[in-house]
């Protein structure tokens, strides 16, 4: 099994130096904005944008292409399945009609429709430069501490820090259960017959769970021994403090946030509509 | 505080994230429908909320659905994040009924189990989750719905075999109360 993942990339990039609550903050609202807004325009900064701001980090693509390939996929037939499904949604959202090519039935080929999707697709895309770099750029230890700046409760941010800490080890425990697993006989080919893959997918996914399991108990008594959790507060190692650029960030934004909905206020609806 | 955020349930959040998103690996695909597989996670997931309660399995569904979106795909789907948080809780809600940790896992249990289980991937499955793909992605309801039914009967159906068969294998390693005998 490989586990392909994102994962941290050092590199002295001035997206690395942003501290890690700036970089969540400003993905939550581009988050937001990508969710909230339809209005094309909007999307169209925030891909310029996200593109620019992904140059900056010195980000190289090969080193997420693997991510960037699937996302693609998904969008593709994403996209697909809305046509078959909903090939007159444009029509309906934009209340107009004008057809690019008469195909049978209800599949008549609009310019509304092709829009419409250029909208979702865009929804979808605009986000992942953020999501990514995010990923790519805020070291693990970091991230906890980040966490509890923008008001998560600590206790709540300990709990990711530790997800983030076990994951490694994790996936080593499963290569060493896959490997005794093999030595006693277990074939983990692609050879064996699905009832059989499930029965052995088992005997990995079965001790990983117990001895996670067990993990819990004795890190907690740890954690107990030492107090864990008696103060209102706590400081974090890896905590940086705000610097201008941080305040920047944040405020572009912030303005990009109120800007979109300010559109969606005059128009009356969260829709671009050319058609009219 | 105290009562509702105890250690125990921090790091069973932490750690069962991890494994939450190491399991989103191991899932079959169903194919004709985008973004849709028979996750081995849900079923794990069922045994940690039946455990450590409903804000373990609620914070497990949280972190584990958005980091594992964000390490796997590079960006995040919001509105799954949010189901997953809910079923979470929502398997959680029977373990204070339910007395796994002392090694009792009987048919009355495994009914429980399944009520809850069922009631709640139904409403968040087939309602809360296109609902929300809707209203923030515009997208067309009947496809959400369909993607949201064959999720959902994937997933009960799972838990309901596997999650079940989990946890009866786990009440099985506990030591039972009052299974001592005095010797005559």
């Not at chain 1, 444009?90 to 999707?117: C, K, M, N, S």
């Not at chain 1, 029965?199 to 067990?214: D, G, N």
């Given at each position: 099994?490989?586990?392909?993942?994102?994962?941290?990339?050092?590199?002295?990039?001035?997206?690395?130096?942003?501290?890690?609550?700036?970089?969540?903050?400003?993905?939550?609202?581009?988050?937001?904005?990508?969710?909230?807004?339809?209005?094309?325009?909007?999307?169209?900064?925030?891909?310029?944008?996200?593109?620019?701001?992904?140059?900056?980090?010195?980000?190289?693509?090969?080193?997420?292409?693997?991510?960037?390939?699937?996302?693609?996929?998904?969008?593709?037939?994403?996209?697909?399945?809305?046509?078959?499904?909903?090939?007159?949604?444009?029509?309906?959202?934009?209340?107009?009609?004008?057809?690019?090519?008469?195909?049978?039935?209800?599949?008549?080929?609009?310019?509304?429709q092709?829009?419409?999707?250029?909208?979702?697709?865009?929804?979808?895309?605009?986000?992942?430069?953020?999501?990514?770099?995010?990923?790519?750029?805020?070291?693990?230890?970091?991230?906890?501490?980040?966490?509890?700046?923008?008001?998560?409760?600590?206790?709540?941010?300990?709990?990711?820090?530790?997800?983030?800490?076990?994951?490694?080890?994790?996936?080593?425990?499963?290569?060493?259960?896959?490997?005794?697993?093999?030595?006693?006989?277990?074939?983990?080919?692609?050879?064996?017959?699905?009832?059989?893959?499930?029965?052995?997918?088992?005997?990995?996914?079965?001790?990983?769970?117990?001895?996670?399991?067990?993990?819990?108990?004795?890190?907690?008594?740890?954690?107990e021994?030492?107090?864990?959790?008696?103060?209102?507060?706590?400081?974090?190692?890896?905590?940086?403090p705000?610097?201008?650029?941080?305040?920047?960030?944040?405020?572009?934004?912030?303005?990009?946030?109120?800007?979109?909905?300010?559109?969606?206020?005059?128009?009356?609806?969260?829709?671009?509509?050319?058609?009219? | 505080?105290?009562?509702?955020?105890?250690?125990r349930?921090?790091?069973?959040?932490?750690?069962?994230?991890?494994?939450?998103?190491?399991?989103?690996?191991?899932?079959?695909?169903?194919?004709?429908?985008?973004?849709?597989?028979?996750?081995?996670?849900?079923?794990?997931?069922?045994?940690?909320?039946?455990?450590?309660?409903?804000?373990?399995?609620?914070?497990?569904?949280?972190?584990?659905?958005?980091?594992?979106?964000?390490?796997?795909?590079?960006?995040?789907?919001?509105?799954?994040?949010?189901?997953?948080?809910?079923?979470g809780?929502?398997?959680?809600?029977?373990?204070?009924?339910l007395?796994?940790?002392?090694?009792?896992?009987?048919?009355?249990?495994?009914?429980?189990?399944?009520?809850?289980?069922?009631?709640?991937q139904?409403?968040?499955?087939?309602?809360?989750?296109?609902?929300?793909?809707?209203?923030?992605?515009?997208?067309?309801?009947?496809?959400v719905?369909?993607?949201g039914?064959?999720?959902?009967?994937?997933?009960?159906?799972?838990?309901?075999?596997?999650?079940?068969?989990?946890?009866?294998?786990?009440?099985?390693?506990?030591?039972?109360?009052?299974?001592?005998?005095k010797?005559?």
């Amino acid at each position: 099994m490989n586990f392909r993942m994102l994962s941290y990339i050092d590199r002295p990039s001035p997206i690395h130096r942003l501290t890690g609550a700036t970089k969540l903050i400003c993905f939550i609202l581009w988050s937001v904005i990508g969710m909230s807004t339809y209005d094309t325009r909007i999307l169209f900064v925030m891909l310029i944008v996200g593109l620019l701001v992904f140059k900056l980090s010195q980000t190289k693509v090969r080193e997420v292409s693997f991510v960037l390939t699937f996302i693609l996929i998904f969008l593709l037939l994403n996209d697909i399945a809305i046509y078959v499904f909903a090939p007159q949604q444009g029509t309906l959202i934009y209340g107009t009609r004008h057809v690019l090519l008469d195909l049978p039935g209800r599949y008549a080929l609009t310019w509304e429709q092709l829009f419409y999707q250029l909208n979702i697709t865009l929804k979808y895309f605009v986000v992942i430069p953020f999501a990514l770099l995010f990923v790519v750029t805020t070291q693990p230890s970091e991230f906890a501490a980040s966490l509890n700046r923008i008001g998560v409760n600590y206790r709540i941010a300990l709990a990711v820090s530790i997800t983030l800490r076990y994951i490694p080890d994790i996936q080593r425990n499963y290569h060493e259960i896959a490997q005794a697993q093999q030595a006693r006989g277990v074939d983990l080919s692609r050879k064996a017959k699905f009832r059989q893959r499930m029965r052995q997918a088992a005997t990995i996914v079965i001790p990983l769970i117990f001895s996670s399991l067990e993990r819990i108990e004795v890190i907690s008594n740890a954690m107990e021994l030492r107090r864990f959790g008696k103060k209102k507060k706590r400081t974090w190692y890896n905590a940086k403090p705000f610097a201008f650029r941080d305040f920047f960030a944040i405020g572009f934004s912030l303005a990009l946030l109120l800007l979109s909905l300010w559109l969606a206020i005059q128009h009356g609806s969260r829709y671009y509509n050319p058609f009219q | 505080m105290k009562n509702w955020l105890s250690i125990r349930t921090i790091v069973a959040a932490g750690i069962g994230a991890a494994i939450f998103i190491i399991l989103r690996y191991i899932s079959i695909p169903v194919g004709f429908i985008p973004n849709t597989t028979v996750q081995l996670s849900y079923i794990f997931l069922a045994l940690i909320a039946v455990i450590y309660g409903p804000v373990a399995g609620g914070l497990i569904g949280l972190i584990g659905h958005s980091l594992g979106d964000a390490f796997q795909y590079g960006s995040v789907w919001w509105s799954w994040v949010i189901v997953s948080t809910l079923v979470g809780i929502g398997f959680g809600l029977v373990s204070g009924r339910l007395k796994i940790s002392e090694g009792d896992f009987n048919w009355k249990s495994i009914a429980l189990f399944n009520i809850a289980q069922v009631i709640t991937q139904a409403i968040g499955w087939f309602l809360i989750a296109p609902v929300l793909d809707i209203v923030i992605y515009g997208e067309p309801a009947n496809k959400v719905f369909v993607q949201g039914f064959t999720a959902g009967i994937l997933d009960i159906v799972t838990v309901g075999i596997f999650g079940t068969l989990l946890i009866w294998i786990y009440a099985q390693t506990r030591t039972r109360t009052g299974s001592l005998k005095k010797e005559a």
